[in-house]
């Protein structure tokens, strides 16, 4: 069967991987220089189990096998096992993580002794926690390097402008003004690009993007060793995403709003205001990270989405979008594949 995965990101080259173990023929068209370069870049990623709905815990377990199943063929370690933490001020906070851990099978704890709680970079940490075991921090550049090997054959560097259903497949138009080809199947994990060229072929994705950007700090000296992935929401009501990046260096991503982030703000707004506000927080809550900025991540999430895996189908077409998707890749990309040669469209989760 022939395919086109438009999209070389993550999710993109697993399925195009998966495919190709299956005996597919696959081209993985990516309009950037390089793969992963858009949603997927940065050098590290949370991996976790904790979420608020049960069915993504047991995805993320999914998931973590497959991972696992990657690690053996990279003779590396993709994701290392740090834990994650999810905390507030609150016990609501915690609550609905713990009840959806509990419900899917996953182990967790949500006390600590005192001589055992989290080792992280926080001037003071909150009362409610729920410790996460099996989380920790996927590194990005290992799984880039993976999948790269595994797909160079398919990848093809070109920027794909249109899609029309015919009676015998989808024609793939390229911006170049090259006809693309014509493939079988299309599957489109294009992200911020996925609603335009869904839209081409009867299949309604989010089109409303913001501005998000997560920056990277040093670590001090004194910083306690092994620090977990955490996850918590500030007195202040600011949610935040942290974790360890590369060694001695802690990465803080910061949800300000929609207010912030809109898209009509613009990027350099966006950006200044959530730069300012991240060095403010770390100045006031990481005593020990360094407030200064060595890094910083920028990408376009979807407006009003939370954790998810969303399917589309409509004939020859499948499209594929969600938020925080890179953990959830290795499934992802083995259920892509599934429907793409067994006719089988996975539910959705959100």
């Given at each position: 069967m022939s395919v086109a995965v438009i999209g070389a990101g993550v999710v993109g080259l697993a399925t195009t991987a998966a495919l190709l173990e299956r005996g597919a023929d696959v081209v993985c068209y990516e309009q950037g220089a390089a793969v992963m370069g858009e949603r997927s870049a940065g050098d590290s990623r949370i991996f976790r189990y904790a979420h608020r709905a049960p069915e993504l815990v047991i995805a993320a377990g999914h998931s973590r096998r497959l991972f696992t199943g990657w690690e053996r063929r990279a003779g590396r370690q993709l994701v290392e096992p740090a834990g994650t933490v999810i905390s507030g001020p609150t016990e609501q906070d915690v609550l609905p993580w713990a009840r959806a851990m509990a419900s899917a099978g996953a182990p967790f704890t949500v006390s600590?002794?005192?001589?055992?709680?989290?080792?992280?970079?926080?001037?003071?940490?909150?009362?409610?926690?729920?410790?996460?075991?099996?989380?920790?921090?996927?590194?990005?550049d290992r799984v880039r390097e993976f999948l790269s090997r595994i797909c160079a054959p398919a990848v093809r560097t070109a920027a794909v402008s249109g899609l029309e259903e015919t009676s015998d497949g989808v024609l793939v138009r390229t911006r170049d003004g090259d006809c693309g080809g014509r493939f079988e199947t299309v599957v489109l994990a294009a992200g911020a690009g996925t609603s335009a060229l869904a839209a081409q072929v009867g299949l309604d994705?989010?089109?409303a993007l913001t501005h998000h950007a997560r920056f990277t700090f040093p670590l001090r000296e004194q910083a306690p060793a092994g620090p977990p992935a955490w996850i918590t929401r500030t007195a202040g009501g600011l949610s935040t995403y942290q974790h360890s990046s590369t060694p001695g260096h802690w990465a803080v991503g910061l949800e300000l709003g929609a207010s912030a982030t809109r898209w009509e703000v613009g990027r350099t707004a966006a950006?200044?205001?959530?730069?300012?506000?991240?060095?403010?927080?770390?100045?006031?809550?990481?005593?020990?990270?360094?407030?200064?900025?060595?890094?910083?991540?920028?990408?376009?999430?979807?407006?009003?989405?939370?954790?998810?895996?969303?399917?589309?189908?409509?004939?020859?077409?499948?499209?594929?979008?969600?938020?925080?998707?890179?953990?959830?890749?290795?499934?992802?990309?083995?259920?892509?594949?599934?429907?793409?040669?067994?006719?089988?469209v996975p539910s959705s989760i959100d």
């Open positions: 600590f002794e005192d001589d055992d709680r989290p080792r992280l970079p926080a001037a003071r940490l909150p009362e409610h926690f729920l410790a996460d075991p099996a989380g920790g921090v996927i590194r990005v994705a989010p089109a950006l200044e205001a959530a730069r300012a506000a991240t060095l403010d927080y770390v100045r006031a809550e990481l005593e020990h990270v360094e407030p200064r900025i060595v890094d910083e991540i920028y990408c376009t999430p979807y407006a009003d989405l939370d954790d998810g895996i969303h399917y589309l189908r409509r004939d020859r077409t499948i499209a594929v979008y969600g938020e925080n998707l890179f953990k959830f890749a290795p499934l992802i990309g083995e259920q892509l594949a599934g429907a793409v040669l067994d006719g089988v």
